[in-house]
């Protein structure tokens, strides 16, 4: 269940349409809803979503829980990169 404030004009507008898309039953609304949610989750998936922070702070939280010094994970980084670098290269 999601619950939101939303407008009285924007929810009046909604149900008028609703119904007239879906008819007067009671799921209309339901299904209006979940439609449009739909939408506007595949709109949104198709954005290219773009960070707006600081990459350093964003970096050092993921890497917060490793227990391991700067030196090793470098280590660890280059072989991860190499493993997918070289994964498509034949020999």
């Given amino acids: ?3 939101a404030n939303i407008s009285k004009d924007l929810v009046r507008r909604f149900r008028e349409l609703a119904m007239r898309r879906f008819g007067y039953g009671k799921d209309s609304l339901q299904r ?14 198709e954005e290219s979503l773009k ?3 600081d990459p350093v702070e964003a970096i050092d939280g993921m890497l917060a829980d490793l227990d391991v010094d700067s030196v ?6 280059k ?10 290269v034949p020999g």
């Fill in 51 to 53: 960070f707006e922070g």
């Fill in 1 to 3: 269940m999601i619950r």
């Fill in 32 to 45: 209006a809803v979940e439609e449009a949610i739909a939408r506007w989750v595949s709109w949104v998936e």
């Fill in 79 to 88: 072989e991860f990169w190499a493993s997918k670098v070289l994964k498509d």
């Fill in 72 to 77: 090793e994970l470098q280590h660890r980084l």
